[in-house]
């Protein structure tokens, strides 16, 4: 500080210069000596300096300054003398503000600086006189010619001749640069009108085109000449090269300009601690120039180094990291200002200095550098501090506060201090507050909070609190952050520094510590209902001062509660309110103060079971747990916990879990019985079908004679055989159902059709045991519904074989479905399974649904099966979101319900037969079974048909008179095959005898017609509807009738002419059994034995060779899932379209599935059904179809 006083007075004493700093960007004074103050006695700290002067900045340096460390200027009638000197020099003002620091002085002429003017006077007065070229023109009459010239290169101008077109040849000869300036500044109209305004000599430096190719620097000047004869306006243009004289010209500035450079680098030596140096690139010469303090004054003392750049590197001087810096300086290859560590005489510590310095060139070659070398140690040191300062309070900033402003509460506007929120805001740093304040809430602030966010940041209303505050004000809201997320920010504001007409207002943001705080009140929370809710009541006690306290634990934290009372009193008193009586010893035991610390000297805690009240007032008694714990222990205080709970309810689940345990233990071994009487059964079941076919092949191989004998035994075998696959598909199903992996599938599919399979199939088994079957099906059941087909079809098969199966001959069977009730799209669709068998005993019932379970194991029957068939179905049922019952009495039957809920298709509209197809028909419905007739009776009256219907065959042929006596006869009659007394084809016949061929005869019947068609052909029956009866049945059966057609019935077997089948298969039993029955009906067969020779063999046969391909699944090398995907694959034309019929042991819907998706045409189960078989081959090779349907 008293060197900047020093300073200060020095540069007061220095009457004759005005010395002042301003700021670059705004030119505002930062320091002025006395010489500016007597200038201009209004100047000030902070006055602007063309404010200050206006008028007379034209030749300020500051204006021209550009990138230069340094400009001066000479400035004529200036508030400082009529010729003065301006020097502006950039520098840091207190090492930290970018200003000029300038200077203004008299200007002198120096001795070198006369010469150099008087030799440049005499040079442009012996240039004024001398030409090459002179042209003398009549600017009125646009006519010149020449008086002395050189000719512009190859462009060879006239020797007179148009003016305008001189100009347009000479314009052709001019660099680019100057070429619309020539022709502006010497066109004839701009002559004219420049003479008119009184300019009467016109002058262009401008580059053109020499002889030598190059361009030259020429001066041409234009000078109006005196007219005495006549009014036209003549001039003489006068041009000629001056090269030398622009060479001559920036000489004289390099010269002047270091003149300039020496004056103010001595006079800044010897004011200032800088070094001044002149550095000979060429000779590596460095002379330095430094001021010193001789006898009481400033002196400059000389110092020269050569060879330097190589002594500074082999001394050392400068450090090594900087000398390339140094080098690249001095050579003039860097030419900003560099900052180093180099060594001075006068230490050998290594200091900072800046080397300032500006090139002079000669020839264009960097000849001396002029600078000054400015020890920078203390700014260096100080730039580090303030960089770690920084570093610092940035970072303290920037973790904690987005936004520091200043309100100014009389002028409501604020200035910004610091602020790091994001371009989003564009918040202005100063402005009008309440308008920011809108602005702000609507823009960034959350909805929930931009209400209390506006209110509470009114100016009126901030006063209004910080009034009513001793310290400060805070608001809690949620701003949008720079990431596009609302965060939690903390708004405080209070009184900047005291002064009640500023208020300094902050946004920190505080979502970590709102988060922190939110974590730690769900903790509290949590901690609080694990503590409820792991204990009822605890307590810290002293055993030595006798005092106890609750802990009481809430969403606040946890509290100790006085109890008033002593810890023996509250013993004694819960001894007597709270615990039973046959508990009180045992407690007064456990909580013996005396005996507690010798206890829990080794355990850390003891804990006892008691029964006591819930509540004083209670008389209910639970199980409570009471736990002792060590907490402290000092010289006067041994600290113990209580911790109580209500363990009733567990010891209630205790008791519960024992129990059940039991049970399950009960029950594990009764499953182990039942797994073991499975597996002995099954060895049985098993091995008794197996014994079967063993010995019948044994038997037929002894009897290859006996075509008789060996029919019996094949017969016998294939019972077997059959007997053994339902074995093997009740297990998988059982064990696919436990192993979770029956899925349901949800497709729409025709019910009517599926009733009908399942009708056939029994009827025909029916049939064979001499039972009546009937299918009563709801009137007007719509035809389709969603659901799975294959379970639900699994289901009655299952109830209807046992139905069969356990019913004596005579008996009867039936299936009856309806629809018992609605909700939204899903009908609740019923199945009743009901035969006249032997029924199920009461105790059986219970278990029927148990896995393994069979009610007779010594029945006497000869398979009994493996107990899983009504398991299967029940979980079936169940997997489809239903339910199952039965009802059965011994000796009467059994009747099973299955409710299965299925979203139905449209109702089927009734079949209307129309006048031209069939006409008015009269129909008689004979069966034994009203509810048929009467079903029959429905449909025919919907299809606008008349019928009458009896029960009996007497009734059927006294109706049959009675009409033919009233000329009114029968046109169809749809008779039951199997009706007691006379049957159905008896009747046909006695029909015939009376009514003649007049009257259809239909035969309804569950059974295969095949089996009856040539014995009703010959009674007269003329066609036959499958039971049960639809509409469409009926509707087909009278069509056909009316039109003679005969009924359709499939074909028991098919016929095949040669087509070529390829097999692969890789067992060869196999493979040998399948070629027999392929070439037994007429097929080729080619062989396989894996995936990869059928894509071989596939590959090479010409295009249709092959008609199908049988596909074995499971095979070596290549599987035929991956044969067929290589097959599709193939590039011919049969690749896509030729069929593939798998063959697989795999039963399960998902691996048919599977086999469609891959590409398969067709899928047929192991062992192989030949009538599925051929059925299917029939559909692909002689019906066209390109999926196998059975």
Not at 148 to 165: I, L, M, S, V
Not at 547 to 557: A, K, L, Q
Not at 837 to 864: H, L, M, N
Request: charged share 25%.
């Amino acid at each position: 500080m008293l060197y900047l006083e020093q300073l200060e007075k020095i540069l007061n004493h220095i009457t004759s210069i005005g010395i002042y700093v301003v700021r670059r960007d705004t030119h505002e004074m930062l320091y002025f000596n006395e010489r500016v103050r007597a200038v201009a006695p209004d100047v000030r700290i902070g006055s602007v300096c063309h404010e200050l002067w206006a008028g007379t900045c034209s030749n300020c340096p500051l204006l021209s300054i550009g990138d230069q460390e340094s400009h001066t200027t000479v400035s004529y009638n200036d508030p400082f003398g009529d010729m003065v000197d301006i020097t502006a020099t950039k520098m840091l003002w207190a090492e930290e503000i970018p200003a000029y620091i300038i200077t203004v002085g008299p200007h002198t002429l120096t001795k070198r600086e006369q010469e150099l003017e008087w030799g440049r006077r005499r040079m442009l007065q012996a240039l004024s006189c001398v030409y090459s070229m002179v042209i003398y023109v009549n600017l009125t009459r646009n006519s010149f010619f020449m008086v002395e010239y050189e000719r512009f290169d190859t462009k060879q101008a006239p020797d007179e001749g148009n003016f305008d077109e001189l100009i347009e040849i000479g314009a052709q000869t001019m660099h680019p640069d100057f070429r619309e300036q020539f022709k502006n500044t010497f066109s004839r109209k701009r002559l004219l009108e420049q003479f008119a305004k009184g300019e009467t000599n016109i002058y262009m430096e401008h580059r053109q085109l020499g002889d030598d190719g190059e361009y030259h620097w020429t001066m041409t000047r234009v000078v109006q000449v005196e007219n005495p004869i006549n009014n036209d306006v003549l001039e003489i243009t006068l041009s000629h090269n001056i090269d030398r004289e622009k060479q001559l010209e920036e000489k004289l500035k390099v010269q002047h300009e270091m003149e300039r450079e020496r004056i103010r680098y001595q006079t800044a030596v010897e004011s200032t601690d800088e070094v001044m140096f002149e550095y000979n690139v060429a000779e590596d010469l460095f002379t330095a120039f430094e001021g010193i303090v001789q006898d009481g004054a400033r002196r400059t003392q000389r110092m020269v180094l050569r060879g330097y750049l190589e002594r500074i590197e082999t001394l050392g001087i400068v450090h090594p990291d900087y000398f390339d810096q140094m080098r690249c300086k001095l050579s003039g290859r860097t030419l900003d200002d560099v900052e180093i560590r180099m060594k001075t005489p006068h230490t050998q510590e290594y200091r900072w200095f800046r080397v300032h310095g500006n090139m002079v060139y000669e020839n264009n070659r960097p000849a001396l550098v002029i600078g000054m070398l400015r020890d920078i140690t203390h700014i260096k040191q100080l730039e580090l501090e303030r960089e770690s300062l920084e570093r610092i309070c940035n970072f303290t900033v920037n973790q904690d506060y987005n936004l520091v402003a200043i309100i100014e509460v009389p002028t409501e506007t604020y200035a910004i201090r610091f602020c790091s929120l994001g371009p989003i805001y564009h918040i202005p740093h100063a402005g009008a507050y309440p308008e920011q304040v809108a602005r702000i809430a609507q823009l960034a602030v959350y909805p929930d909070d931009r209400g209390e966010f506006i209110s509470q940041l009114d100016l009126p209303t901030l006063i209004s609190h910080l009034e009513q505050s001793d310290e400060e004000c805070r608001l809690y809201c949620r701003i949008l952050s720079n990431d596009g997320a609302f965060r939690w920010k903390r708004v405080r504001f209070t009184y900047y520094e005291g002064d009640q007409t500023h208020i300094l207002l902050t946004i920190q943001d505080v979502q970590e510590v709102r988060e922190a705080k939110d974590r730690e009140l769900v903790s509290n929370r949590i901690f609080a209902t694990a503590f409820r809710d792991l204990y009822d009541q605890v307590f810290e006690a002293d055993l030595i001062t006798n005092e106890i306290h609750e802990i009481i634990c809430d969403e606040d934290g946890i509290q100790r509660v006085p109890t008033g009372r002593t810890l023996q009193e509250v013993i004694d008193y819960r001894c007597e309110h709270l615990i039973h009586p046959d508990f009180r010893r045992q407690y007064m035991q456990e909580m013996d103060m005396d005996t507690i610390p010798e206890r829990l000297a080794n355990t850390a805690s003891s804990y006892f079971e008691i029964q006591r009240k819930t509540t004083f007032t209670s008389d209910l008694y639970h199980w409570y747990s009471i736990q002792l714990q060590f907490l402290s222990e000092s010289q006067d205080s041994y600290k113990i916990m209580l911790y109580m709970r209500d363990i009733d309810q567990t010891r209630r689940e205790d008791e519960r879990n024992k129990r059940a345990l039991r049970d399950a233990l009960v029950l594990a071994r009764d499953a182990n019985r039942a797994k073991t009487d499975f597996i002995s059964r099954m060895s049985h079941d098993i091995r008794t079908p197996m014994n079967a076919i063993i010995g019948m092949t044994t038997i037929a191989a002894a009897n290859l004679g006996n075509k008789a004998k060996i029919s019996d035994c094949l017969q016998k075998i294939d019972v077997s055989a059959k007997f053994l696959l339902s074995l093997i598909n009740d297990i998988l199903d059982m064990s696919k159902i436990e192993s979770g992996k029956v899925v349901i599938a949800r497709r729409e599919f025709n019910f009517h059709r599926m009733i009908h399979g399942i009708s056939s199939v029994f009827g025909q088994q029916a049939a064979q045991k001499h039972l009546a079957f009937n299918v009563y099906l709801e009137e007007n059941f719509p035809l389709t519904c969603m659901g799975d087909e294959l379970r639900i079809n699994q289901v009655l098969m299952n109830l209807l074989g046992n139905a069969v199966k356990f019913t004596p001959e005579g008996g009867r069977v039936s299936l009856r479905i309806e629809r018992k009730k609605a909700k939204e799209h899903i009908t609740l669709v019923r199945f009743e399974v009901e035969d006249t068998g032997i029924g199920i005993s009461p105790e059986f019932q219970k278990r029927i649904f148990d896995p393994f379970e069979q009610e007779s194991a010594s029945s006497g029957r000869v398979f009994e099966g493996t107990g899983l068939g009504m398991t299967i179905t029940q979980n079936l049922v169940l997997l489809m979101d239903g339910r199952i019952s039965l009802e059965s009495e011994l000796g009467q039957g059994t009747r099973f319900i299955v409710e299965l809920p299925l979203e139905l298709g449209e109702t089927a509209e009734p079949v209307a037969v129309g006048s031209e197809s069939i006409g008015h028909l009269r129909v008689l419905i004979v069966d034994d079974d009203v509810i048929t007739c009467e079903h029959t009776q429905t449909i025919l009256l919907h299809m606008g048909l008349e019928s009458v219907w009896v029960t009996s065959g007497e009734q059927a042929l006294r109706e049959l008179r009675e009409a033919r006596a009233k000329n009114q006869n029968y046109d169809v009659a749809f008779i039951d095959w199997k009706i007691p007394g006379m049957d159905g084809l008896e009747i046909a016949r006695r029909m015939r005898e009376l009514a003649g061929p007049e009257t259809l005869a239909i035969i309804m019947s569950a059974y295969d017609w095949a089996q009856i068609e040539t014995e009703a052909r010959a009674a007269g029956v003329d066609h036959f509807i499958s039971k049960p009866i639809f509409p469409e049945s009926v509707h087909n059966a009278l069509s056909r009738a009316m039109q003679d057609a005969p009924s359709a019935q499939e074909p028991d077997s098919f016929q095949f002419c040669g087509e070529r089948i390829l097999l692969v298969e890789d067992n060869e039993i196999n493979m040998e059994i399948a070629r027999t029955l392929l070439e037994m009906q007429g097929l080729t067969v080619d062989g396989a034995c894996n995936g990869q020779e059928a894509v071989d063999k596939f590959q090479a046969s010409e295009l249709g060779y092959y008609r199908v391909i049988l596909m074995d699944i499971r095979m070596p090398v290549m599987d035929g899932v991956t044969a067929t995907q290589k097959i599709r694959a193939l590039p011919r034309a049969d690749a896509e379209t030729v069929p593939i019929i798998a063959m697989t042991a795999n039963a399960f819907q998902e691996d048919e599935e599977f086999a469609a998706q891959m590409g398969m045409n067709g899928y047929l189960i192991k062992p192989i059904d030949t009538k599925s078989l051929f059925k299917g081959l029939n559909q692909l090779l002689n019906q066209g179809l390109t999926q196998m349907y059975i």
